[in-house]
């Protein structure tokens, strides 16, 4: 059983920082992308960031130059710094990543979301 807990959300004025942090863990054999997406209010859920293991990175234009992605792949951990925050980065922020849990098999799982709320 693999499991993807995130954590670091939460309420932020406009102009602000935050990092969003997604431990995966369980029965785990190799980890290629991990990445982050976000469903605003009455949206659907976007890409926001992505990683590969070797550290190569993809970015929404929504948010390049202000959120940088990045992992530590000894934690199987990745990491959100958001910064300059604006009220439309507001949403719900899912963490994906893609995990083979035994030889020859992989399958992408997410997590649970945390809610990310930029406003004065």
């Known amino acids: 059983q693999v499991q993807l807990v995130e954590s670091g959300g939460g309420l932020v004025q406009p102009g602000g920082s935050l990092r969003l942090s997604c431990a995966a863990s369980?029965?785990?054999?190799?980890?290629?992308?991990m990445g982050w997406y976000r469903q605003p209010p009455g949206k659907e859920r976007e890409l926001v960031a992505t990683i590969t293991f070797g550290g190569f990175t993809n970015y929404a234009d929504s948010v390049k130059g202000r959120f940088t992605i990045s992992r530590d792949n000894a934690k199987n951990t990745v990491y959100l710094q958001m910064n300059s925050l604006k009220p439309e980065d507001t949403a719900v922020y899912y963490c994906?990543?893609?995990?083979?849990?035994?030889?020859?098999?992989?399958?992408?799982?997410w997590g649970q979301g945390t809610q990310v709320t930029v406003s004065s």
């Open positions: 369980g029965s785990i054999f190799s980890i290629n992308v």
């Open positions: 994906n990543a893609h995990i083979s849990p035994r030889v020859g098999q992989w399958y992408d799982y």
